[in-house]
């Protein structure tokens, strides 16, 4: 049993982060969960769920336990680094985020976890969705990648020839727990038959 933090900020993209939080739950891997304020309401505005609601679909097919933490709530254990985990990811990520985290400037809870990952050398996996992007983004993507973020585009592919969203999502979750260094088998891999 492995412990992962999955941040979720205000990009859109939420859906990403529905998919990769019930395949780490249904893993029975044990799921931190913070949103930051604007990834909760993004959230809502783009499933329909709240974070209550989310968690509760979450719960229905989970083996591991699952604990969801206040964007707030700094005492919460993600916020040190004593509190061993085997990797964050940010799903999606804002720019605004991105750009915290790469200034090292901490903040809400989602910001501090992320800090504490790349200080303790843990993955962490970024999901940025924007476009295009400025010069400003590029450059604290680049400061993240520096300092060992692996940087995930959220960027579907097409070579597998998706038949939906699910599919679009799939990739993209799939590419996620391959960071977190989680196997699965969201996606079939390229060249292993058909
Ligand atoms: C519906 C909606 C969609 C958004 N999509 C994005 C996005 O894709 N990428 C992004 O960087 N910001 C996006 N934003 C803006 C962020 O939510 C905003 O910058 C926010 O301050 C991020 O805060 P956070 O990093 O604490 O979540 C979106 C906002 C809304 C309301």
Same mark, same amino acid.
Not at 124 to 140: A, G, K, M, Q, Y
């Given at each position: 049993?492995?412990?992962? &933090?999955l941040? @979720?900020s =205000?990009? /859109?993209g939420?859906?990403?982060?529905? %998919?990769v !939080? ?5 893993a029975?891997?044990e799921?931190?969960?913070v949103?930051?304020a ?5 959230m809502?505005?783009?499933?329909g769920m709240?974070?209550?609601?989310f ?6 097919s989970?083996t591991g336990?699952?604990f969801?933490h206040?964007?707030n ?7 040190s680094?004593?509190f061993?985990?085997?990797g ?9 985020? &991105?750009?915290? @985290?790469? =200034?090292? /400037?901490?903040g809400?809870?989602?910001? %501090?976890? !992320?800090d ?19 010069s400003i ?14 940087i ?9 020839k998706?038949?939906?969203m699910d ?12 960071g977190l260094g989680?196997?699965n088998d ?5 060249g292993?038959?058909?």
């Amino acid at each position: 049993m492995k412990r992962y &933090v999955l941040g @979720i900020s =205000g990009a /859109s993209g939420s859906v990403y982060a529905v %998919r990769v !939080a019930k395949a780490i739950a249904e893993a029975g891997h044990e799921l931190h969960l913070v949103f930051s304020a604007a990834g909760e309401r993004v959230m809502i505005h783009e499933t329909g769920m709240d974070g209550a609601a989310f968690m509760k679909d979450l719960g229905g097919s989970a083996t591991g336990k699952i604990f969801r933490h206040e964007s707030n709530d700094l005492f919460a254990p993600i916020a040190s680094g004593s509190f061993r985990t085997d990797g964050m990811a940010i799903v999606p990520c804002s720019m605004a985020a &991105v750009a915290a @985290i790469a =200034g090292g /400037s901490g903040g809400d809870l989602l910001r %501090r976890a !992320a800090d504490v990952h790349l200080k303790e050398r843990r993955p962490l996996v970024v999901v940025f969705r924007e476009t295009p992007l400025s010069s400003i983004h590029l450059r604290n993507l680049l400061v993240l990648s520096d300092t060992g973020a692996l940087i995930l585009p959220a960027a579907p592919a097409f070579y597998n020839k998706p038949t939906g969203m699910d599919d679009l999502v799939d990739f993209i979750a799939a590419r996620v727990l391959s960071g977190l260094g989680m196997e699965n088998d969201l996606i079939q891999e390229w060249g292993s038959g058909e």
